[in-house]
């Protein structure tokens, strides 16, 4: 990345979930614009001590009212929030039959709860500025469902959603909304995302956990999600957009679109290898 394009546009970010994955490219490429970076983890000592970098400590599962605390603390060290990224997330891996409700429910109020109350604040801050750019990092899990993945598959669509709505709040405010969509990456999510598997797995399950590792493994490299983000922001435009390889971003959004939901969901179950 030469040429910087976002400052002095954008001064000030928090990237949520900045210690590893999409996150940390994210807010090492908002640092190369010269951009002073907010960067959130459950253990903020691991994150780097580095110029315009501040580690902040969050966790998902807190709930709401950290959320709030999060962008008030935010607004008050940088004086004013300019982009917020919302980024951390993770899976729980398992079938319906191996999840208790609580589990369903608690990865949706920390997904989906704590999105909205994310954005809600940070629109709210930003608003009487009459500036500002919330990104919220989706998932191509809201378009095609991964099997074993439901709790994550709804909290994405719902995502996708409060992130239609944001966009539609957002350009009332004169503020931009971005549903950042990335397929498959190649991170530590499926290494999380198994760290506790169910003891009940099924044949099908342990297949489609294989063929979830093999994705992973061929997907690009995170920087490529970083090079997408910097360009959206750069046009700064609200709307969608897709992120990795040409097959997830262009060939099976197409193909979806033009094939019968039957066929749809055939190519699915083979391309998981849930069949
Ligand atoms: N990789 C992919 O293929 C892919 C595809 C589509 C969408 N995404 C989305 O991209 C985002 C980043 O994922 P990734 O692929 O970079 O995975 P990752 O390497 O596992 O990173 C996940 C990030 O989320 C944070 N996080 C996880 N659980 C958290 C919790 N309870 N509270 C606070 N932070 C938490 C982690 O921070 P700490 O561990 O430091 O607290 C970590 O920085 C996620 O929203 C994911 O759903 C990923």
Redesign the pocket.
Request: proline letters at 4%; charged letters at 15%.
């Given at each position: 990345m030469s040429r910087t394009i976002l400052s002095p546009r954008i001064r000030t970010a928090l990237v949520?979930?900045?210690?590893?994955?999409?996150?940390?490219?994210f807010a090492e490429m908002l640092l190369a614009e010269g951009v002073e970076v907010w960067g959130?983890?459950?253990?903020p000592d691991?994150?780097p001590m580095r110029e315009r970098f501040h580690p902040v400590g969050?966790?998902?599962?807190?709930g709401d009212l950290a959320a709030e605390a999060l962008i008030a603390r935010v607004e008050r060290e940088s004086g004013g929030l300019d982009l917020l990224v919302h980024?951390?997330?993770?899976?729980v891996f398992g079938g319906l039959l191996d999840q208790p409700l609580a589990v369903w429910r608690a990865q949706l109020d920390?997904?989906l709860g704590v999105s909205f109350a994310l954005d809600r604040a940070a629109l709210a801050a930003m608003t009487p500025r009459r500036r500002g750019t919330i990104v919220n990092?989706?998932?191509?899990?809201a378009e095609f469902s991964i099997p074993y993945l439901a709790g994550?598959n709804v909290a994405?669509a719902g995502l996708v959603a409060l992130t239609e709505s944001l966009m539609f709040e957002a350009g009332e405010a004169g503020i931009t909304a971005i549903d950042f969509?990335?397929?498959?990456?190649?991170?530590?999510?499926?290494?999380?995302?198994f760290a506790a598997p169910p003891s009940s797995c099924s044949d099908s399950a342990r297949r489609v956990a294989r063929r979830l590792d093999a994705i992973?493994a061929a997907?690009p490299r995170?920087e490529h999600a970083a090079r997408d983000l910097r360009r959206a922001l750069a046009r700064g435009r609200s709307g969608v957009v897709r992120s990795?390889s040409f097959f997830q971003t262009v060939l099976a959004p197409l193909g979806a679109r033009l094939a019968p939901l039957a066929l749809r969901r055939a190519v699915m179950a083979r391309y998981f290898a849930a069949r």
């Open positions: 949520t979930g900045a210690g590893g994955g999409l996150g940390r490219a959130t983890s459950r253990r691991s994150l969050f966790d998902l599962v807190a980024n951390a997330g993770f899976g920390a997904m990092v989706t998932s191509m899990a994550y994405k969509r990335p397929g498959d990456y190649r991170t530590g999510f499926n290494k999380s995302m992973l997907a995170p990795g």
